[in-house]
């Protein structure tokens, strides 16, 4: 089942979001390479550098899991994220066979 992963960034986190970037990353690659991940990026500011928050879409065997995919990103661990919702996704577009 897909998930969406919708966070908000705390005010100010993005030293810390650049510094975990890297391990972040790495956890999206895994996800890809086993072909669970649909989507995922930041959301970038309109008039200032940085970010106001991330969106990643990917499939989870549970609500559970993907949470528990959530407490563990290196983003949660160093603080970039204020909130994390974490809710079931049905993508409609583009069409999947």
């Given amino acids: 089942m897909l998930f969406a992963i919708i966070a908000q960034d705390e005010e100010n986190s993005l030293s810390a979001r650049l510094e975990a970037r890297p391990a972040h990353v790495e956890r999206l690659k895994e996800l890809d390479s086993q072909n669970r991940l649909t989507l995922a990026g930041p959301h970038p500011h ?29 983003y949660v661990a160093a603080g970039v994220y204020a909130h994390v919702t974490v809710k079931p996704f049905k993508q409609a577009f583009p069409a999947q066979g």
Avoid: H, I, K, N
Wanted: proline residues 3%; glycine residues 6%.
């Fill in 46 to 74: 309109t008039s200032e550098e940085g970010f106001t928050g991330s969106l990643v879409v990917a499939e989870f065997t549970d609500l559970e899991a993907a949470q528990a995919w959530v407490a563990a990103d290196p």
